[in-house]
Every structure is written in structure tokens, then in C-alpha cells.
């Protein structure tokens, strides 16, 4: 007596999600500002210095205010996933809320995109925005990294910002946007990771999170990511930064929006959309540094 082999499928609960930066990262270090038009006026205010008046009956002198203006222009970030039922009938629970975070999560990686797009760029100053200042004219000075991440470059990183009067006063966060080859360059530096040298654990689970004060931010590299946020060049040289808090402005005109619905021109299908509006402009060149680096 024969009997017939049953297949017996064990269907899981849970939606394995592919690995990915679910979270925007340099937001935190943006000023974010809402705007209404296709072009947003960023203003700021140039240095002011005080004058010793130490005579009798001194004369004023006083100095006329000048003002910046940048241009901020946005744009319209939309991520669209359709969804064939057939493909998910027979799970154990409803994907579309998984499939909407996910959403999330790519519009959020665009926001960064955004924000470093933004440290490199020109930008459009004046009273009708008709002046183009380069970055290298702005004040963002490059670092060359190439023939290694070491705790000397950190170092200069650090000397370019004390130089410009960024972050002297201890309260103004920095970041430096690292790789995994940049990680294990400065897992590499005694005068990071020994007792000898600092007393400070800036080394948490394995993962080294601070230099020099400068909070370390990891971001994906090589050919396992599709679009990494740290480009590129045509060199060939990976671009990072060093970033100062306030150094750049971000102006979101549509925070997030969240659509899920059927598609009417297709079968059993549903859409997930999600849409932000959103732009950014370089608020001073001093609080940017461009750091080249060796893939």
C-alpha cells in the first residue's frame, strides 16, 4: 500500500524586510523651516563686532546692518508601490502596513540625499537671488582623505572648524559621515580606542561613535547598496562631509504624505503612495567641510 506525499506549507507571520537606512540621519542637524512658495528666502545676518568708546562724550559709531538671502527651491519626493493581492493572499497577516513603512523609510533616505546634495551645491544669494557663490567661495574648505581616515585628518576637521568659530563654546553638535572603511580606519587609531590616551568611551558595543567630540554617522557603502547617500565622484573618490549643526536649512513645504488605495485601471491592485516636498540651501560655508575619501 502506497501513500501519496503531502506538501505541507508553513506560512510566517512576519514580513522580512530587506536591510536598509530606515531613518533620516542629518535631520537632526538641519534647521527646518516651512515654506509655501516654489522658492523659499533663507536670511541671515553677517558678523557683528563691538568698538571701544572710552572718551568723554564719544561719538556713536554705527554699523549698518547687512543681511544674506539664499535661495531654497523644493521638490516633490514620491515613492509608489503597487501591490498585486494575488501576491499576498495566503499570508498570515496584511502586508500593507509594512509596505507603507517601507515607503516611509525611502522617502526619509531622500531627505538626507536632499540635505548632503545641499552641503556641496552653489547657491543663488542677493535680493533677487542673482549672485551664484560656489561652495569653495562660501567657505567650505576639503579635506583630502585619500590615503587614509586618520586621527591626523580628524584633527584638521576639527582645526578648520576651531579656525572659523564653529563649535568653540562646546554646545554646537558636529558630525562627520563615515563609511565602513572609515570605521575600520579609525578602529585602527590608538589615540582613539586606548585608556592611554582618552578617557572617554566613544567606543559603544564595538562601534566607535565619537572623535574628537564629533559624533560619527555610518552610512551605507559599495556595491551592496543601490544608491548610497556618500557619492561618488569622478575621480574616482567617495565624498564625505563634516557638518555642523545649523550648517544647512531644510524647508519642508508637505511633511509626509500617506496614501493607500485600489488602483483603477488595474486588477486586484493595490497603490501605496507617499510624498514629501521638501528643499535645502547651505546656511553658511564655514559650518561645511568636504571630505574626499578612497573607497
Not at 507603507?100 to 540635505?115: G, N
Not at 579656525?163 to 554646545?171: L, P, R, S, T
Not at 508637505?254 to 491592485?269: A, H
Request: some cysteine; aromatic content about 6%.
Amino acid at each position: 500500500m502506497s501513500w501519496d506525499t503531502v506538501q505541507i506549507t508553513e506560512f510566517n507571520a512576519a514580513l522580512d524586510v530587506q536591510e536598509q537606512q530606515m531613518t533620516s540621519r542629518l535631520l537632526p542637524l538641519a534647521i527646518r523651516k516651512p515654506i509655501n512658495g516654489d522658492d523659499f528666502a533663507y536670511d541671515g545676518l553677517t558678523e557683528v563686532q563691538a568698538y571701544h568708546a572710552n572718551g568723554r562724550n564719544p561719538d556713536i559709531q554705527p554699523l549698518e546692518a547687512s543681511f544674506t538671502r539664499r535661495k531654497m527651491s523644493r521638490d516633490r519626493v514620491v515613492v509608489t508601490l503597487l501591490v498585486d493581492n494575488k501576491d499576498v493572499r495566503g499570508m498570515l497577516t496584511d502586508p500593507q502596513s509594512q509596505l507603507a513603512q517601507l515607503c516611509i523609510a525611502a522617502v526619509e533616505r531622500e531627505t538626507d540625499r536632499v540635505i548632503y546634495d545641499a552641503l556641496f551645491a552653489s547657491v543663488y544669494t542677493g535680493r533677487n537671488f542673482g549672485t551664484t557663490v560656489t561652495a569653495a567661495a562660501d567657505g567650505v574648505v576639503t579635506v583630502d582623505a585619500t590615503a587614509g581616515f586618520t586621527y591626523e585628518k580628524l584633527l584638521e576637521i576639527r582645526a578648520n572648524f576651531i579656525d572659523a568659530e564653529v563649535g568653540n563654546q562646546g554646545v554646537t553638535p558636529i558630525a562627520i559621515g563615515i563609511s565602513g572603511d572609515e570605521h575600520t580606519d579609525l578602529m585602527s587609531e590608538v589615540e582613539l580606542t586606548s585608556g592611554d590616551y582618552t578617557s572617554q568611551y566613544v567606543i559603544q558595543k564595538g562601534i566607535i561613535t565619537q572623535a574628537l567630540g564629533m559624533d560619527l554617522i555610518a552610512f551605507g557603502a559599495g556595491s551592496s547598496i543601490t544608491d548610497p547617500i556618500l557619492e561618488i565622484d569622478t575621480n574616482p573618490y567617495r565624498v564625505s562631509f563634516a557638518l555642523a549643526q545649523k550648517g544647512v536649512a531644510l524647508g519642508i513645504s508637505l511633511d509626509r504624505k500617506v496614501e493607500v488605495k485600489d488602483y483603477p485601471t488595474k486588477i486586484e491592485t493595490s497603490i501605496i503612495n507617499v510624498i514629501k516636498e521638501l528643499g535645502a540651501v547651505r546656511t553658511q560655508g564655514v559650518r561645511v567641510q568636504k571630505i574626499t575619501l578612497t573607497p
